[in-house]
């Protein structure tokens, strides 16, 4: 059995679609923190589950015999920042008590997401390798980036299969993201689709990495069918598709609906943002296992002008 850990996320959400698609709806188990009655995960089985729970953790691992573990469940930079000390437990106990539990009951493989906040301001702007300077400024770049260095350490240690994408900001209408710096690029739709006006909390030239979900939800199932001895990274893969600013994508969204309206009012996610490269290089990933994105930024504004729904929205779980 699959078990997803953070099921009712924004990234967490669609993966648990594309791994019952692919395996069937009886080989996935949906887990979060949501009370069933909220929890909306169509068809798959749900358990209530908080990840820092160790005990029960290792409960539903044996009980439901797993043998993957998608660990999707954090506190993402901008919440992270108001709750520093919830932020690091939410994120690396998590981590540590998947990672312990899967070597104890021999789990195949773990996904874990970690996240272009590994890099800060002495990183490169454009085109950030994947052996960049690595010095984060936020609590959850710092969880992240101990968590790749967790990672490696059980593969070395253990033989753990566990793999990783450090994904950039991921824009989704399936989901709503939940304490982003980047969710201003998911928001954004929302509004343009109401015909309001959109106080975007970053600067309009703000350039960050962004994908499309479909992107990122095939490039982890392609990440974890790649033969084992193809994954030369086992701390974390940079994964990359397309750079906009703010006044791009309005400017884009413009195109489709006429009088929309922007205005900039950059508050504490600014310097976030800005800590941050503009542009990753993702060579690794192609070279390993054959990375190679699809949705660029006109391609994006379409799907998501043509899908965004308040009413279909369903809820991110409370993280
Ligand atoms: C965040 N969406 O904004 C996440 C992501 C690169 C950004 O890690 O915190």
């Not at 272009?116 to 300077?133: D, L, M, R, T, Y």
């Not at 609906?257 to 504490?268: M, S």
Request: proline share 5%.
């Amino acid at each position: 059995k699959i078990l997803v850990i953070g099921a009712c996320g924004q990234l967490g959400r669609e993966l648990t679609l594309a791994l019952k698609e692919k395996y069937g709806k009886k080989a996935v188990i949906a887990c979060d923190r949501l009370e069933p009655a909220r929890a909306k995960v169509s068809e798959v089985k749900y358990i209530r589950l908080d990840v820092m729970n160790k005990a029960h953790l290792q409960l539903v691992m044996v009980d439901e015999k797993v043998t993957q573990v998608y660990l999707l469940a954090a506190m993402l930079s901008a919440s992270g920042e108001k709750d520093p000390s919830m932020a690091w437990q939410v994120n690396m106990d998590g981590l540590l008590n998947v990672l312990e539990l899967s070597v104890r009951y021999g789990i195949a493989k773990v996904f874990w997401p970690s996240s272009i906040a590994v890099f800060g301001p002495e990183s490169p702007k454009i085109n950030c390798g994947q052996h960049a300077f690595t010095i984060p400024t936020t609590v959850y770049g710092i969880s992240k980036l101990s968590g790749e260095y967790w990672c490696r350490y059980y593969f070395e240690k253990f033989g753990l299969d566990v793999r990783s994408l450090r994904y950039p900001g991921l824009v989704s209408h399936k989901a709503l993201p939940g304490g982003g710096t980047t969710d201003y690029a998911v928001d954004i739709f929302y509004k343009a689709n109401a015909g309001e006006k959109f106080s975007c909390f970053l600067k309009p030239d703000t350039a960050l990495p962004m994908m499309f979900m479909d992107d990122a939800v095939r490039a982890t199932l392609e990440l974890m069918d790649a033969p084992r001895d193809n994954i030369s990274v086992r701390t974390s893969y940079n994964l990359s598709s397309v750079s906009f600013t703010p006044a791009e994508l309005a400017a884009e969204i413009r195109k489709v609906e006429r009088d929309f309206q922007i205005v900039y009012l950059p508050d504490f996610r600014q310097e976030i943002a800005d800590s941050w490269p503009a542009s990753i290089n993702d060579d690794r990933a192609r070279e390993d296992w054959g990375w190679s994105p699809r949705f660029g930024t006109v391609e994006i504004v379409k799907v998501m002008l043509e899908n965004v729904n308040v009413e279909k929205v369903v809820e991110v779980s409370a993280t």
